[in-house]
């Protein structure tokens, strides 16, 4: 079993940056695939970008390419999504998720363990 934690939401401008961080527990985390996801209210949860188990290979939708950034310290047990440039269509509620199996990386299905999400709203 996995358990996820996310933390570092917040209200920040147009503009602005958040980092945040997903902690885990659990047996044989440094083996899994983590990847983020959002939820915007009244859309379905959306694919932001995913690490997989060495941080050789990272993949990110096209909406936050070259604005946001996942690491790993497998060690510590932590995944950190790092977001610059933040825009209003940026909020939403973000999720940390986990997987061992192989699939589409940027579907929910994948992932088998959640974290509860931590609350990003970017103000224009």
């Known amino acids: 079993q996995v358990q996820l934690v996310e933390s570092g939401g917040g209200l920040v401008q147009s503009g602005g940056s958040l980092t945040l961080s997903c902690v885990t527990s659990?047996?044989?985390?440094?083996?899994?695939?983590v990847a983020w996801f959002r939820q915007a209210p009244g859309k379905e949860r959306e694919f932001v970008a995913r690490?997989?188990?060495?941080?050789?290979?990272?993949d990110y939708a096209d909406s936050v390419k070259g604005r946001f950034a996942i690491s790993r310290d497998s060690a510590k047990g932590t995944v950190d999504l790092r977001m610059n440039n933040l825009k209003p269509e940026d909020t939403a509620v973000y999720y940390c998720?986990?997987?061992?199996?192989?699939?589409?990386?940027?579907?929910?299905?994948?992932?088998?363990?959640w974290g509860r999400g931590t609350q990003v709203t970017v103000s224009s």
């Open positions: 659990g047996r044989a985390f440094s083996s899994y695939t």
């Open positions: 690490i997989n188990w060495n941080s050789d290979d990272r």
């Open positions: 998720s986990a997987t061992d199996r192989w699939g589409l990386v940027d579907a929910p299905s994948t992932y088998d363990y």
